[in-house]
């Protein structure tokens, strides 16, 4: 018999008996349950990255692949190629990429880093990898460039000299052009760094060498001498050669362009100012912007295209960055919504001396790609079929959903396809290199994401992949102030006041529930039909924390809020400051209290402007359309508290939300408030706390809700206390003491974090846009991701602030004297308690619309340590029982009335046990909090097993998901960390330090789904995707896409007979006599080689596991290929060795055929 253990009371067993109980009880539940996932189910690992490349720096495309490359200024490389083909890797340094460049249909790729290292990667894998490195220790890397079918890659460097890397070995070449050997006498001055370096397209034995002061070097490489020098007055910032190699064309910092015959040095052939003001009295224009880049590119048969970026009148102020596209006597000036920060002319030949026939630019900006067909009048762009609008509004909240039903993915895309833009090119996409992987899993997945403009994106991301099916604006729920007098003052005007809170989504019934950062919850119903949207139903409620003053809410749109009058309010001035952090001390508790209420009146919280529900929603509208809007209003001149927590099932038709004050129960169906309580009424009387009474005027709270900002004097050891480790005042604090400044302190942080971990939402999503501002708050806040937090709400507990934070509905035994399953709604708060609220239902059918639902707290109450993220329960059996849904029908069904009638009354799915089970047949409650995870016997409400999921952190985010041999829980730590449990045992199966330095971003949007997936925001524009899943990590390498498929070069343009008979064309040259061992060996000290981890061992790692027989056949001739590669490799060395020694060995012999012994 096990002692009696005082420790469980005080975790908040509602029984003493339960946990003074032998400990054979959970024994027996460990003999009947067998568990069957176990560790070796679990491996950890990144599977695909989707969206826009954060912080883009630089491109390149490979014209024969078709393979388009990003880098980024963090280090990140990303690869596209045809639609669902797409690549990330990652430079260990994280230093910017400043230039990439393809071996043309080679499958390798050089990146240049500004950390002056040079890397060739190998892209014949399935998974780049680097081969090898170079990187330089006294000069620093400006420019690069490789000639098509050369190994000799040409490096610039800020002190203006040129190196020459052999990228087959990335060994340095003897061969160097020194900056004062280039100019020589031309200038008294240092030209500056390399900005540009290109071959003659006619003759590859002279090399144009681009200064940044303005000087231009045609370089003889046979002779070692400049042939030409070029000088301009103003800076170089590019340089591009028409393609007879007897023209090339400079982009200046004042604007113009200069286009120079090679053979005429003293003065350009010409020079446009392509956006300056032409002076009649015949003066230089006046200068404008940059030109930081221009291509020349010719036709066969008609004008050569001119293509640049920058260079518009300085007078353009606000105007827009432009691409500008001059072909023959048109210019045609493109806006677009972002910075350039490269573009790049897709033509059809990679030979650099034939036409060029451009087709499209690539126009790479810093939040989006566009590519603009070139063929067609009026140069549209090609729609993109890439993810890449995920962050087109801040990200705010995410939800992933896997194993779907199998018709949802085409309903959303029947839905979303009539949303699309019209007037896009044509033609198909231009990059679409690369083969799709062999995906084995086929099951569908959905992630959605809530924005900060109001809007929700549904995504198919099913395969690894990611394409957006449907686009909801919830905004259009909303009215705006139709007239400057409805307008509030400047000052207090939010940014996103429709930013989305929380998502509640069932796939089942495709109910959808969102709830926005201003205390406004939305209802969506699914439907094919187009129809017009009926008047949307508005219901107002008032959550308030005062025990005595709680009112009835008031239902329906036509009449006004029953607010309090003006005079409620004693002290406007005094509380208004305090009652939300972005509040304008200026204005009146009183007027805001007798806002009138226009078409419902919707009044948004604190410091947003009024805006109102509109009274007929615009067109007609397919796909999710307003069923209801509930708003909280505002309370005795107190904003309403943000939305913490939300849930909706519909097999009960009814949706719950709460905050930092309590919860509202509201029927959908009925669209009536079935229950408005405070959290202190739903204990009633088995409230364990001792609560402080509150004033109506005492200082409030930040209406963040849940604060993470724990100051004053709570240390490290009293943030991890459970909340009823001190059974006399487990809320009681000191700080009003010792701190009596301490709200205005809260009020001043507020402006800067005012968000919290579980209800960070918009504002968050801007001032967490870039990694370098999160670093101050977070040293600010005591850095608290790597401390843990109170399980409290906030330091300013004496007001006994408890949030709601997780809802479950469930069949289950909600009394411990209960011999039958009933509806019930489980409660979770931020003090760790469990509370269930009984839910008594009308029969389905016309009754359950006649008949009101009867809703009871139950008296049932289970403690955790924490705040309760997660509930679920599991069946007899210990398999997961999902919450009962209704399945999806029509609701704009066709007029066949009785039809339309049977469809509704179709009983809704139970997948809870029959009622009439055993008491025997009991169920089990997982319950997972930020600090432990408890299973709970029902209805005997006994523990039978419990883990403390961390001591020093706290968890972030928790998921009971459903895995391919069973059930576990998945957790994700503040520290970083993920594990998951199995159930019901919570034996720990898999603990791995994912990623040590979190940030609020990915704590906000980090979600487990079934089948081991899981996901989260790696950056404000990109979704990495992992999985814990040992089966997909086994096959993952068959499901990613191939970059490199076996294409052939096209010919090489023909010389002609009179050009073949005159020596005319392009002239070839013998580099490897050039730069090879001629030249001598570079400096040891300039630049250190370091070998790669790719090649055929990257190979063979990501090739482990369990593939299929064609795929390891595929890598198995892949490595045999490679190995008679090496082999003929190795042979021409020991050749060219055994040659070199032979020759040596003879000039011996010659040397020493006639010497006397005693000569040697």
Not at 200 to 206: A, L, R, T, V, Y
Not at 656 to 665: E, P, Q, T, Y
Not at 1094 to 1110: F, N, Q, R, T, W
């Amino acid at each position: 018999m096990k002692k009696f253990n005082i420790r469980k009371v005080l975790d908040g067993l509602a029984a003493v008996s339960s946990s003074s109980a032998s400990p054979q009880p959970g024994n027996r539940e460990n003999d009947l349950i067998q568990e069957t996932l176990q560790s070796e189910h679990f491996q950890l690992c990144k599977t695909v990255r989707h969206g826009f490349p954060y912080q883009p720096s630089s491109m390149a495309f490979d014209p024969v692949q078709k393979i388009l490359a990003i880098g980024t200024q963090n280090g990140a490389l990303r690869l596209f190629g045809r639609p669902g083909v797409e690549c990330y890797c990652q430079h260990d340094s994280g230093a910017a990429v400043i230039q990439l460049q393809f071996l043309i249909n080679e499958g390798a790729l050089v990146s240049a880093l500004a950390d002056d290292s040079v890397h060739l990667w190998n892209l014949r894998q399935k998974r780049p990898a680097i081969l090898h490195s170079l990187k330089f220790n006294r000069e620093r890397i400006t420019f690069c460039h490789l000639p098509f079918q050369s190994k000799w890659l040409y490096i610039g460097t800020e002190r203006g000299n040129i190196h020459i890397v052999n990228v087959e070995s990335f060994t340095l070449s003897g061969y160097v052009i020194m900056w004062n050997k280039a100019i020589e006498l031309s200038s008294k001055a240092h030209p500056g760094p390399v900005v540009h370096i290109s071959d003659n397209p006619m003759d590859e034995g002279k090399l144009i060498i681009g200064f940044e002061s303005g000087i231009v070097v045609l370089w003889d490489l046979k002779s070692k001498k400049a042939d030409y020098r070029y000088t301009y007055d103003e800076a170089i910032h590019s340089v591009a050669w028409h393609h007879e190699g007897k023209q090339f064309i400079c982009s200046h910092s004042d604007g113009t362009l200069t286009i120079w015959n090679i053979k005429s040095p003293a003065k350009s052939a010409q020079t446009i100012t392509p956006h300056g003001k032409q002076p009649k009295d015949g003066k230089k224009p006046e200068p404008c912007k940059p030109i930081l880049k221009v291509e020349y590119k010719t036709t066969r048969a008609g004008d050569p295209f001119m293509i640049l970026s920058g260079g518009l009148s300085y007078d353009t102020v606000g105007r827009r960055p432009c691409l500008t596209v001059m072909h023959g006597k048109s210019t045609a000036v493109l806006e677009m919504d972002y910075p350039i920060v490269d573009f790049l002319t897709l033509c059809e030949t990679p030979y650099p001396n034939d036409f060029q026939e451009p087709y499209a630019v690539v126009v790479l900006l810093e939040k989006d790609l566009v590519v603009i067909d070139l063929a067609q009048n009026g140069y549209p762009i090609f729609e993109n079929p890439y993810p890449l609008t995920i962050h087109e509004s801040p990200v705010t909240c995410c939800e992933y959903f896997a194993d779907c039903p199998v018709d949802l993915i085409p309903a959303l895309y029947s839905v979303g396809s009539r949303q699309k833009r019209q007037g896009y090119s044509k033609k198909e996409w231009p990059i679409s290199g690369g083969n799709w992987g062999l995906g084995t899993q086929s099951y569908p997945e959905i992630i959605i994401t809530g924005h900060a403009d109001g809007s929700v994106k549904f995504w198919d991301a099913s395969a690894i992949m990611l394409q957006v099916l449907y686009k909801l604006k919830t905004a259009k729920v909303f009215e705006k102030a139709r007239n400057k007098e409805d307008k509030p003052s400047t000052d207090i005007v939010d940014e996103d006041p429709f930013a989305i809170q929380i998502l509640s989504w069932c796939p089942e019934s495709r109910m959808l529930c969102v709830a926005g950062v201003s205390a406004h919850v939305i209802i969506y119903r699914f439907s094919k039909q187009e129809v017009m949207t009926e008047v949307v139903q508005l219901l107002e409620v008032r959550l308030q924390y005062e025990l005595n003053e709680m009112e009835s809410p008031e239902v329906g749109g036509d009449q006004p809020p029953a607010l309090p009058t003006p005079g409620a309010t004693s002290s406007p001035q005094a509380s208004a400051p305090q009652s939300h952090p972005s509040t304008s001390s200026s204005s009146s508790d009183g007027i805001r209290d007798n806002v009138p209420c226009l078409n419902g009146g919707l009044i948004l919280s604190a410091a947003r402007p009024y805006l109102y529900v509109t009274a007929r929603l615009p067109g007609a509208v397919q796909g999710y359309q307003a069923e209801l809007v509930v708003q909280l209003v505002w309370v005795s001149g107190e904003p309403p508290q943000q939305i913490t927590s939300l849930a909706v099932n519909s097999s009960y038709g009814i949706v719950v939300f709460g905050n930092s004050n309590g919860l509202a129960i509201v029927d959908y169906l009925q669209k009536t408030v079935l229950l408005n309580l405070g959290t202190i009424e739903l204990y009633g009387s088995n409230d364990p706390y001792q609560r402080q009474p509150r004033s109506p005027r005492k200082t409030r709270q930040p209406s963040g809700g849940l604060c993470d900002i724990n100051e004053g004097s709570t240390t490290s050891e009293d943030r991890c206390k459970s909340p009823t480790s001190d059974p006399a005042s487990p809320c009681s604090s000191d700080d009003d003491h010792k701190h009596p400044n301490f709200i205005e302190r809260v009020k001043n942080k507020s402006r800067k974090f005012s968000k919290t971990v579980v209800t960070d939402l918009a504002k968050m999503s801007r001032k967490l846009s870039l990694p370098t501002e999160l670093k101050p708050d977070l040293d600010n806040r005591d850095n608290s991701f790597s401390r843990s937090r109170s399980s409290s709400v906030t330091s300013i507990d004496k007001e006994s602030r408890e949030a709601i934070t997780a809802f479950h509905f469930c069949e289950t035994f909600t009394r411990k004297t209960d011999s039958a399953t009933t509806p019930s709604l489980w409660v979770g708060t931020s003090l760790g308690t469990v509370l269930v609220i009984a839910l008594n239902l009308p029969p389905p059918g016309e009754q359950r619309l006649l008949q009101p639902v009867i809703v009871s707290p139950s008296g049932t109450l289970i403690r955790l340590k924490g705040s309760i993220l997660r509930m679920a329960f599991l069946d007899a059996t210990g398999s997961f029982l999902p919450p009962a849904y209704e399945p999806w029908y029509e609701p704009n069904a066709p007029d066949d009335r009785d039809e339309k009638d049977k469809v509704r009354k179709r009983r809704p799915v139970s997948v809870s046990p029959s009622s009439s089970q055993e008491l025997n047949e009991n169920q089990y409650a997982v319950i997972c909090s930020e600090k432990q995870a408890k299973v709970i016997a029902l209805p005997s409400q006994t523990c039978i097993f419990k883990h403390n999921i961390t001591e020093t952190s706290f968890v972030l985010r928790s998921d009971v998901v459903q895995m391919s041999a069973g059930i576990c829980v998945a957790c994700f730590c503040a520290n970083g960390h993920i594990m998951t449990l199995s159930l019901p045992g919570l034996r720990p199966l898999l603990d791995v330090n994912y990623l040590p330095l979190t940030d609020m971003r990915i704590a906000r949007t980090f979600c487990f789904t079934n089948n081991g997936q899981a996901m989260y925001l790696t950056s404000p524009t990109e979704i990495q995707r992992i999985t814990y899943s040992q089966e997909t990590c086994e096959n993952l390498q068959e499901m990613l896409g191939e970059l490199f498929t076996p294409v052939e070069t096209p010919e090489a343009p023909n010389r002609g007979f009179f050009k073949g008979l005159f020596g005319g064309g392009a002239q070839s040259l013998d580099r490897e006599e050039l730069f090879g061992e001629v030249a001598g060996k570079a400096s040891r000290s300039l630049a250190q080689h370091i070998p790669g981890p790719g090649g055929i061992e990257g190979m063979k790692g990501a090739a482990s596991g369990v593939v299929g027989d064609l795929a390891r056949a595929r890598i198995a001739l892949d490595e045999r290929g490679q190995k008679l590669g090496e082999l003929d490799e190795r042979t021409a060395a020991m050749m060219a060795s055994a040659d070199s020694f032979s020759k040596h060995a003879h000039d011996m012999m010659l040397k020493c055929k006639d010497k006397k012994w005693y000569q040697f």
